[in-house]
């Protein structure tokens, strides 16, 4: 398989959504890449800190990685909280709704688990 691309859709406690871009590079144990206002690739962040409460709604994977799930970190501890990425592509319209609630300035990580 191969690198893919994302998005991880936020809700603000007011309602109002937010996007993120991710990059997966579909690597066993590799953190998900965060967009830092160009785009996700490569060399983007392995984290992401919301400065407000928030709840991750949404993680959609653009194509299949070799990668099988997906591990939600919160300041470097796993939150028990792990994704299976073929239930997390944008093809399937039947996605798991999320509601991981992030507090204000928390670092949020996603680990790639083979």
Sequence with gaps: MAASYGSA???RPNGSKFIKDLYFDDAAGAAVRWDEGSGASATSSTFFTPREWCGLKDV????????????VNLNGIPSGTILRNSLHL??????P?????????TELKLLQLA
């Excluded at 959609?60 to 591990?71: D, L, Y």
């Excluded at 944008?90 to 996605?95: C, D, F, G, M, Y």
């Excluded at 709704?97 to 300035?105: A, G, K, T």
């Design 90 to 95: 944008a093809a399937i319209v039947t996605r």
């Design 9 to 11: 859709t936020f809700e």
């Design 97 to 105: 709704e999320l509601d991981i609630v992030i507090p204000p300035y």
């Design 60 to 71: 959609v994977i653009v194509s299949a990685t070799g990668q099988t799930k997906t591990q």
